[in-house]
């Protein structure tokens, strides 16, 4: 009964959405709405190939993934750092306030992180790898300290009762546990910040979605299809990267 209440009651709320913002659909399909979205798209094509411009977006396209890959590793070293006493290695108090941390780092969305960014150091790429590394060190800092809750301390206080240090204890016995994970997760979050990257340029943060913004903001729509098809280039070869790499590190992670 308490199955069919909740669905009920989700259901009853997915209604209540609709009729609250009141959003006619039959306006998306009828001929007028039809004709004008055939017209805009028709604008994109055919997209500017020319030398100059692909030279400009291919640039655009690098801080892109250089804007990922360093608010990548900064978010990986941070959130590795903050595991440890998040993971309650340190008391129940320090284990609190770090995962307050944690908590607050990843519930402020990534475009709120680059506006302050830009704010404080100005507007180019630096601020968009920045906002990214706030965002992800809340995001991946958890999921490191839940790894290493759930992996045994069985190694790691076996090599303290026979007289190691706990900083060589953590790193022969816990560490080689949760690594693979580990990269696994930082693999994963770089894919979605390579999406997240471009669209940190519209306030901002450089790279394609910056220069998408300025053709878009201009209404040269042959130019910004030029930027959308190497923004979807560099995501299929990014995501197939990471999905090799993590099939490295074996089924349990891929």
């Avoid at 977006?57 to 990548?72: E, N």
């Avoid at 108090?93 to 780092?105: D, G, I, P």
């Avoid at 790429?125 to 706030?134: D, E, N, R, S, T």
Wanted: glycine share 10%; hydrophobic share 55%.
């Amino acid at each position: 009964m308490r199955c069919w209440a909740a669905t009920a009651a989700v259901l009853a709320a997915v209604v209540a959405s609709f009729v609250y913002l009141a959003i006619d659909y039959r306006a998306l399909f009828t001929a007028e709405s039809l004709l004008l979205m055939g017209r805009f798209v028709a604008e994109f094509f055919p997209p500017d190939l020319s030398a100059g411009f692909l030279s400009k977006t291919a640039w655009g396209a690098l801080q892109t993934l250089a804007v990922s890959a360093l608010g990548t590793l900064l978010a990986a070293a941070a959130g590795a750092l903050l595991a440890l006493p998040a993971s309650g290695r340190s008391g129940r108090v320090v284990q609190a306030v770090t995962r307050f941390v944690l908590n607050f780092l990843r519930s402020v969305p990534e475009l709120v992180w680059a506006a302050l960014m830009v704010l404080a150091a100005g507007i180019g790429p630096f601020a968009g790898a920045l906002a990214l590394a706030l965002h992800t060190t809340g995001v991946l800092g958890r999921l490191f300290a839940e790894s290493l809750e759930n992996a045994p301390r069985t190694p790691e206080q076996a090599l303290l009762l026979s007289g190691s240090g706990a900083a060589a204890a953590f790193g022969y016995g816990s560490l080689p546990l949760v690594l693979p994970q580990w990269v696994a997760y930082t693999l994963y979050r770089w894919e979605m910040n390579i999406r997240m990257a471009t669209v940190l340029g519209f306030v901002g943060g450089g790279g394609l979605g910056q220069l998408l913004y300025f053709h878009l903001s201009i209404f040269q729509q042959a130019q910004a299809m030029t930027v959308l098809t190497v923004m979807f280039g560099l995501v299929v070869l990014v995501d197939m990267a990471s999905a090799r790499l993590r099939r490295g590190l074996g089924p349990a992670y891929a």
